[in-house]
């Protein structure tokens, strides 16, 4: 069964660094999302692209965050200057139509 | 805005009885709901889902949940439970947009 995979599953970062979350959608989906989960918090959507561009973006999502699609299978998230508190669970998830399938995601500590 | 709340943080079940999970979500029209598993370490796994037509929805896992439009409810069920059902669920609504909005989860605890 086709599923949304993650790398790395574990990140650790200095703070003030770069860091590049990595997901492989399902291959014939054309949506795709980015939540995190902050430790003891509830899960929070990112941003959405479709069509190579973002269709939409929450207000955590600011100048600090970039996605991609630099191919055709991968779709990344960028996390410039990272800061203590992007300290969290991100899940990438995908879509071809109303259900999400999401990816076991990637634990980000920043130190 | 749109908002759906879990009202139980915790909940301990022993193994063989019944799970309810509630789910409220806050007015708005007919919502689009859905039910994930999050075992630990794991990512979010899709229960079940409610699009329109029957209220009542069949998951997998044995799982089955209940719209209930004049409560605004979506809570989901077990008759009995595994051991295997220890984990953190989480009621979620797609919004405007296509964005998932969740629920704080619940967590449940398994007693043998």
């Known amino acids: 069964e086709p599923e949304v995979t993650q790398t790395p599953s574990h990140q650790v970062t200095q703070m003030g660094q770069e860091v590049i979350l990595r997901c492989v959608p399902i291959s014939n989906h054309l949506y795709f999302y980015w939540y995190r989960q902050i430790l003891g918090q509830k899960v929070e959507f990112l941003v959405s692209?479709?069509?190579?561009?973002?269709?939409?973006k929450s207000e955590i999502f600011d100048d600090q965050f970039s996605v991609e699609r630099p191919d055709g299978s991968n779709f990344t998230l960028k996390i410039r200057s990272t800061k203590l508190e992007d300290s969290a669970m991100y899940f990438c998830?995908?879509?071809?139509?109303?259900?999400?399938?999401f990816g076991p995601g990637t634990r980000l500590t920043v130190l | 805005a749109q908002s759906v709340t879990q009202p139980d943080i915790h909940i301990t079940v022993s193994e063989g009885a019944s799970l309810e999970l509630r789910c409220n979500y806050s007015y708005g029209a007919t919502p689009y709901l859905f039910w994930y598993v999050q075992s630990p370490g794991q990512g979010l796994q899709l229960l079940l889902k409610y699009f329109s037509g029957d209220t009542l929805v069949q998951g997998i896992k044995g799982f089955e949940a209940e719209f209930k439009r004049s409560q605004s409810s979506f809570n989901l069920r077990k008759p009995s439970v595994h051991w295997s059902d220890a984990a953190e669920y989480f009621c979620?609504?797609?919004?405007?947009?296509?964005?998932?909005?969740f629920g704080g989860g619940t967590r449940v605890l398994v007693k043998p």
């Open positions: 998830a995908s879509s071809g139509g109303e259900e999400q399938f």
């Open positions: 692209f479709y069509n190579n561009e973002i269709s939409e």
């Open positions: 979620a609504r797609k919004a405007a947009g296509n964005k998932l909005t």
